[in-house]
């Protein structure tokens, strides 16, 4: 029950603190997200090195901005790039730390799902792991002390992670989902297989989502299958790779922001 320590500190973000706070503050200024944009039940963010995918990642937390007395706790699904993992693995910590802080995790919400048999407690898939992690920073500066609830998702079925969302969402509780899209394409075949990655999200049809649609697979189609369980109304919010940041088109990953509202919720955004 100890606190996790930061794995990814400066290389996937700045380690020291002024730094980090500097560079998520401007990434969340820079997204040109108004204030009034009201406050979804889920969104999708990526999780590269905030040089390549911090804009598109920024488009989501911009969003939260205005919303931190409406969140009680933040639930975060994402893979296991690392250690071999079936089903969802919770850590046993009690906070995770970054240079800003530390996030405290929501025990109780996390014991209940154990209890449940909807997670196993297991702190390896979380070490070495920067899926989640980078939430965390722009998490501590648009939702400041909001507890955590965060599930590595290992191999499982889309309708498998239905019940632990249901289990695990609820009033006052946000559910991100940390994935990147394709990995190491040209630009241009990049931009194929991530359109049609998109297009399926906006359909709610996780079985049109390969193993290489996207790095966070299994945590993806479970969050289409609840988000069609809810039901959910699924909105791209943007649609980039690491070309637009880099300039180099040559071997590219994809990264996307969706949100996840109710319906009669906004209507579907044009990709940015």
């Not at 209940?112 to 939430?135: F, I, M, N």
């Not at 990147?180 to 394409?185: F, V």
């Not at 990655?197 to 697979?217: F, N, S, Y």
């Amino acid at each position: 029950m100890g606190v996790r320590a930061p794995a990814v500190a400066g290389r996937f973000y700045p380690k020291a603190a002024d730094e980090l706070a500097t560079v998520v503050d401007g990434l969340l200024d820079a997204a040109g997200v108004g204030s009034d944009e009201p406050l979804a039940e889920a969104y999708v963010v990526p999780h590269a090195g905030y040089q390549y995918s911090g804009p598109t990642a920024a488009q989501v937390y911009a969003r939260l901005r205005g919303h931190a007395g409406e969140v009680r706790r933040v639930v975060l699904i994402g893979p296991a790039h690392y250690v071999p993992l079936t089903g969802c693995a919770g850590p046993a910590a009690a906070a995770w730390a970054t240079p800003l802080g530390e996030a405290p995790v929501d025990r109780a919400a996390l014991d209940a799902l154990t209890e449940r048999g909807h997670v196993t407690v297991d702190d390896r898939p979380h070490e070495p792991e920067h899926s989640l992690e980078v939430q965390l920073p722009f998490l501590q500066r648009v939702l400041p002390g909001v507890p955590i609830v965060p599930l590595a998702v290992g191999v499982s079925r889309a309708d498998d992670l239905v019940p632990t969302l249901l289990a695990a969402a609820g009033p006052g509780t946000l559910v991100l989902c940390s994935t990147d899209l394709s990995h190491y394409l040209a630009l241009a075949a990049a931009r194929r297989q991530d359109d049609r990655t998109a297009q399926a999200v906006l359909d709610l049809a996780p079985d049109r989502i390969g193993l290489r649609d996207a790095c966070g697979v299994y945590a993806l189609r479970g969050l289409l299958a609840w988000a069609r369980h809810h039901p959910l109304r699924p909105a791209l919010l943007q649609l980039t790779t690491s070309a637009d940041t880099t300039g180099d088109p040559s071997r590219v990953v994809g990264y996307a922001s969706f949100a996840f509202h109710r319906p009669g919720g906004p209507p579907p955004l044009s990709a940015a």
